[in-house]
């Protein structure tokens, strides 16, 4: 979604929905969003558009990529979780915390006067879609911008609050998890239809009839084929990896879209969410930069007092639910005002403040630290005492050869994708490139986005900068945070993984990263702490918690 880490639920979901025949057939429209429109201020309906709009991503269309069948889907997963409970929306909340679905207890940022509600985990965007020959009615969700880019707060102790911060990155976020968990629910449920079917309503009593024979008639049917293909052809109902929990493969899904999604395609080009702060001061966007306005520079610098068009990227980040919702690039550019709605209300995005203790002394001697190593890629940083604000950024390149991290991510970038996206609708807006290396990333709210590295593979900045200590493997989603180490708080076990404190109860299922894995590797960005004291390291680190 809007300048989210591109993914796709893919394979699945299309299986899932398997309705083949209505491709071009009917359009939804979130139902939470009718509540917003035409009221408030742009950016606060920029912000109720980032929570709870489709974006146009909610289709006949998109069920055959990226939208699913929500009733049917969710209902199979309660089911084949407590087969002889009655279904409740409980099992169900339990189930999708799992994954890393968050069900807030108040949004930190919301811009409303009044908190908005959820029956649905935050970012799962919902409508019906529907026409009368034949008569066809059924629920269809995708997921909006929220679901990736909405994370959990802590408090002073580092411990989750429960509450969100919108713009922050969902760390905790299973995409894969979630997939895998609903194919084998179905494959555990299809031999009985009849007891789905009749949980559906009772997990959802608004269920219509015509509802009911729509799944019934049309999606099960279809769905059960595909499954039985599935599971006689590999039992795998993904053609490629997201990475571990807060990771997302953008190029994988891309090429996807396109048809152009190779057998081997693996984990490549999995990348960690990012978070949102200062976007507007980018001239391309993504960690590699590939994405630039039709014409305009690349890597040029910005300063904040100049950039004063909060909608500039806003076909660049448009482009994004082609592969993030399963849009048709012709879509995908009618989403653009809405788009730009919703950059309005990121232009005034601030990250929450570090809630921990800060030292002032060392984190004043960690601003010239900065200054001295870090700004000519980073950006420079205003004096503020309390806040440092980031007052220009260079947008530079670092290549491949001198940052040295993992180079799975630009190098997936091919020749055949870089076509098909030029030949798209949305190719007259955008100018894509394979650039070689990476963008040095804006670093605000650096505190709350553990794990560190384009790909999350290292988990707090202490190890970031004392890369001989980096560990090989670490557990991540539903974690606390270190606020000495500055990630995610956890001790080395009996293998040498970074594990959690065993009286720790994580809110979601951690995965455990595995940086011996393909595109994974922790190596790299070493070089800018080999010059550096012992004391300037800690300095430097008490300085990037005010960010």
């Not at 807060?246 to 090429?255: D, H, M, Q, R, Y």
């Not at 630039?292 to 904040?304: D, E, Q, V």
Request: charged fraction near 20%.
């Amino acid at each position: 979604m809007p300048l989210a880490r591109a993914f796709t639920i893919g394979l699945l979901l299309s299986t899932l929905a398997g309705c083949d025949f209505l491709r071009g057939y009917a359009d939804g429209e979130s139902a939470a969003m009718r509540e917003f429109a035409g009221s408030g201020t742009p950016a606060q309906l920029g912000a109720a558009r980032f929570v709870f709009d489709d974006f146009g991503g909610l289709s006949t269309d998109t069920l055959e990529t990226n939208a699913l069948p929500w009733k049917l889907a969710t209902t199979a997963l309660v089911l084949a979780n407590a087969p002889d409970a009655a279904p409740a929306p409980e099992t169900l909340r339990r189930a999708l915390l799992e994954f890393g679905f968050i069900y807030p207890d108040g949004i930190l940022n919301w811009p409303l006067a009044q908190q908005p509600r959820f029956d649905k985990p935050l970012g799962i965007v919902s409508g019906t879609v529907g026409r009368d020959l034949p008569r066809i009615r059924l629920e269809v969700s995708n997921l909006g911008c929220a679901a990736c880019h909405a994370g959990m707060t802590y408090g002073k102790d580092g411990q989750p609050s429960g509450k969100v911060w919108l713009g922050l990155p969902n760390t905790s976020l299973n995409l894969d998890g979630f997939v895998n968990a609903v194919y084998h629910a179905v494959k555990r449920v299809k031999s009985d239809p009849d007891k789905l079917l009749a949980a559906i309503p009772r997990l959802y009593p608004d269920t219509s009839s015509d509802e009911l024979a729509t799944i019934r008639k049309f999606v099960w049917p279809r769905l059960v084929r595909r499954i039985d293909e599935l599971a006689a052809s590999g039992d795998a109902p993904l053609p490629f990896s997201n990475g571990a929990a807060g990771s997302t493969n953008g190029v994988a899904a891309l090429k996807f879209q396109f048809h152009l999604l190779s057998a081997d395609a693996g984990a490549s080009g999995s990348t960690s969410i990012p978070e949102l702060g200062d976007r507007r001061l980018r001239s391309s966007l993504l960690y590699d930069g590939v994405y630039t306005s039709k014409g305009a520079a690349r890597f040029a610098p910005h300063a904040s007092d100049a950039v004063n068009d909060p909608g500039r990227l806003a076909h660049i980040v448009a482009f994004f639910t082609v592969p993030t919702m399963g849009m048709p690039p012709d879509r995908a550019s009618r989403a653009i005002p809405q788009v730009e709605d919703v950059m309005r209300f990121m232009a005034g995005y601030t990250p929450p403040p570090f809630p921990g203790p800060v030292d002032r002394v060392r984190a004043a001697r960690g601003a010239g630290v900065y200054a001295a190593q870090c700004a000519q890629c980073h950006g420079n940083y205003s004096q503020d005492t309390a806040r440092p604000r980031l007052v220009s950024y260079p947008n530079r390149l670092v290549a491949q050869g001198e940052l040295g991290t993992d180079a799975t991510r630009w190098q997936a970038i091919d020749a055949s994708l870089l076509q098909a996206i030029g030949r798209s609708a949305l190719g007259k807006h955008i100018d894509a490139a394979n650039t070689g290396g990476y963008v040095a990333p804006v670093l605000s709210g650096l505190w709350a986005t553990a794990p560190y590295l384009h790909n999350g593979s290292v988990p707090t900045l202490w190890h970031l900068m004392h890369p001989e200590a980096r560990p090989r493997r670490f557990w991540v989603g539903g974690h606390a945070l270190d606020y000495a180490r500055v990630g995610i708080a956890g001790r080395p076990d009996a293998q040498g993984a970074w594990a959690y404190a065993p009286d720790y109860r994580p809110w979601s299922s951690p995965v455990l990263y595995d940086t011996a894995t393909p595109g994974r590797d922790n190596r790299g960005h070493e070089r800018e702490f080999t010059a550096l004291t012992e004391g300037d390291r800690d300095a430097l680190l008490e300085f990037l918690k005010r960010l």
